[in-house]
Nanobody, 130 residues
Framework: QVQLLESGGGSVQSGGSLRLSCTFS????????LAWFRQAPGKQREEREG??????????TYADSVKGLFTISQDRAANTMLLQMNGLKPDDTGMYYC?????????????????????WGQGTQVTVSS
């Protein structure tokens, strides 16, 4: 059974940094695509926005809005995915979710569409004030 658990959210001022962590389990030895999505206040689940993704092949993908500011990485020994977020802006506010698709080793086919991800964590809140 795939399990995902996020941590590391919080409140920061504009320009600040946070590091999110997603601990995963249940798919050892299988190919996967892990991604971070965010759901802005007032938006529905299907409107979650993809932020960054990493495949079991190690290749990373970023949304244009976070390129150069956010860095996604993974520590396979610790079964953990990290998202380092620098230069945070009020528009980055939202609930951040860790998501996994365990069918392929790369993420490009998803185009950051939530419908490709069957497994989701409970989310961690990020609030950026101006």
């Amino acid at each position: 059974q795939v399990q995902l658990l996020e941590s590391g959210g919080g409140s920061v001022q504009s320009g600040g940094s946070l590091r999110l962590s997603c601990t995963f389990s249940g798919f050892t030895g299988r190919p996967y695509c892990l991604a971070w999505f965010r759901q802005a206040p007032g938006k529905q689940r299907e409107e979650r926005e993809g932020v960054a993704a990493i495949g079991s092949n190690g290749i990373t993908t970023y949304a244009d809005s976070v390129k150069g500011l956010f860095t996604i990485s993974q520590d396979r020994a610790a079964n953990t995915m990290l998202l380092q977020m620098n230069g945070l802006k009020p528009d980055d506010t939202g609930m951040y979710y860790c998501a996994a698709d365990v069918s392929r080793a790369y993420c490009s086919y998803t185009r950051f569409s939530p419908r490709y991800f069957d497994n989701w964590g409970q989310g961690t809140q990020v609030t950026v004030s101006s």
